[in-house]
């Protein structure tokens, strides 16, 4: 193999597993390491730069940093990044001197379809530069989906109303109880710009028989959730049952309790393995006694006397091809049928675009699905561009907040008349740690603590109060125990070829084998001629320039702990400590001159 080119920004920013799952690319070590210190405002603003709501995030992320945090390779479960989030938000001082205002106006108008993540992101980043960014929404305040779809027992209203606020006062144009009928009529405006982040707000359908007799008890999910959040809904059916995986179907039973009634009953087509909802809220919900019944295919919904009265259901099995594809066979058992009063159908949700006239340039997939480039998020009309949801389908709040930063990157390019694929660098810092011989500036001995449990509310009370937030965070003593956790995956192992003696003493103290010298080798040989062979080739192994013994160092990145014990053992000072930041690029970067940008990101 190739000596690692360490100076290249992708290779250490893919050792920090947690950050490079991140959409937005939050610098997570940074601001869990500024949480133990107990520096909350200073990690608020780190998570604001990167993810625009530290406060709904800490309670919502679909979290995908925790399934690759390193952590979960060493103990079962790893570091609760996103409820040490909600840490920084929840015990920040003030912030609002901190926010950047509106800057000088530079006479470019910009229209953002949709008040949700993705659009409140584009505001966020374009504000400053001096755009007018006018908000469309039909409700009569913003937050899209978040407010919508979001059970205020899990996203309080007051933090939803903050985080959202904070962008509308750094000066958006709100235009909300408008709903956009035809975007050839909003073209016609002469907006510079604009950006469609409506989400995906039409709920699926089942057309099963029964479906028409008994619609007067069956209710799309998000659609009972939204009537759920501006009160229309208050009440329900003393037996519920919830058709659906998702973390909608969640929400959905989860309210239903809230709402009185006395049973509710989730049911899946699919294996429990293969639910789409995050295993947490999966926890949640079956925390408080909701029974999830997997392999169960609504077959027909049960009607007498022109009411409903129980949904029948086919059991299923599943069976998968080579490639992993899933195939869902009756099993032949006798039905299952399950008596209830109303159904709650979360069985996944769509975009929908009758509004945008099919003449104006913007093209439409067979699925009736907008083209969009999936790198600077420009329809096939120059000008208009889609982000969060209404681009692909759901996601969660995290991919919005992350489309919202690279259109906002387009959308600045554009107005300048520049090409929306001269995408601004990333900037990065590698900064060596040493303070002494042996020393550190950071504390590298990982705590045995395992994963501290969320504290909750008292069941009897929040189940009965559809406003009362369940999860109650941690405090400040519980926070600086889950933040030592973190294995510090930032500060990197930096190996100088020219002074190793091949002593191989950090061979002998890494505690968990990563470091081999050895022959080089093409990279599936080498990997087997490890100590620990590697067989995580998702993660990239460090392998050095020739030694004097014609031998390479090769580290397995996949299993390095961090620890620095390499560089505490190392004679002559050829391991080092140095820690990496990754900024991703925002449209503010966009804006530097190009040798000021190509500077920006050399290590």
Known sequence: MKPTNTSDPPYFHKVVDCQWACPAHTPVPEYIRLIAHGRYTEAFMINWESNVFPGILGRTCDRPCEPACRRGRVEEKPVAICRLKRVAADNRGVVDHLIPKQGPKNGKRVALIGAGPASLTVARDLLPLGYNCVLIERDHKAGGLMRKNIPSFRLPVAVLDEETGRVLDMGATPRFGTEVTSMKALLAEGFDAVFV????????????PGRDAAAKNIHIGTDFLSSVSFRHIETIGKRVVVIGGGNTAMDCCRTALRLGADSVTVTVRSPRSDMKASPWEIEDAEREGIPIL?????????????????????????EYDDSGMRRLIATGEPDVVIPCDDVLMAVGQENAFPWIERDIGIDFDAREQPVVNKIDFQSTR?????????????ENIIWAVAHGHQAAISIDLHCQGKDVMDRPAPATTLISQKMGIHEWSYDNDPTQVRRLNVPHADPALALRDLSMEVELGFDAGQALLEARRCLNCDIQTVFSTNLCIECDGCVDICPVDCITFTPNAEEPELRQMLRVPALNTDQDLY???????SRVMVKDEDVCLHCGLCAERCPTGAWDMQKFLYDEAHASTARLPEPERKQHHVA
Not at 382 to 394: C, I, K, Q, T
């Open 197 to 208: 982040g409506t989400g995906a707000p039409r709920g699926k359908d089942l057309n099963i």
């Open 294 to 318: 997997d392999n169960h295919s609504p077959k027909e919904f049960r009607v007498e006397n022109g009411k409903l009265t129980a949904v029948v259901f086919e059991k299923m099995r599943a």
């Open 382 to 394: 120059p000008g208009v561009f889609f982000g969060g949801d209404a681009a692909w389908g759901p």
């Open 543 to 549: 392998v050095s320039e020739t030694l004097p013994t």
